[in-house]
Nanobody, 121 residues
């Protein structure tokens, strides 16, 4: 009923840049927020950043000053501009959407399948 599709991952050298995008589609009534999480090898999933439909953002200290999250509410799309990438940023990046479907007023979380970001030294 709701699908999130990510794109933009890849392999870059340290100091390089990537831009991830994620589009939500399906039986969506409204989106409260979208964001990005990541899971590095041997670690649990962690927050990268979120943004509400109103534009309020929340981000991890580890990416402060390097990553920028933005969104296009009309397209139900969230972006993650990643600059100055570090090898430690290597992870699978997952898109998240907190939304209400056309069938329920309850907020629910939906997840994409993930996109690999690899940063070489």
């Amino acid at each position: 009923q709701v699908q999130l599709v990510e794109s933009g991952g890849g392999l870059v050298q340290a100091g390089g840049s990537l831009r991830l995008s994620c589009t939500a589609s399906g039986s969506i009534n409204s989106i409260n927020a979208m964001g990005w999480y990541r899971r590095a090898p041997g670690k649990q999933r962690e927050l990268v950043g979120t943004i509400t439909s109103g534009g309020s953002t929340n981000g991890a200290d580890s990416v402060k000053g390097r990553f920028t999250i933005s969104r296009d509410n009309v397209k139900n799309t969230v972006y993650l501009q990643m600059n100055g990438l570090h090898p430690e940023d290597t992870a699978v990046y997952y898109c998240n959407a907190r939304l209400r479907t056309t069938y329920s007023p309850n907020l629910s979380d939906y997840w994409g399948q993930g996109t690999q970001v690899t940063v070489s030294s």
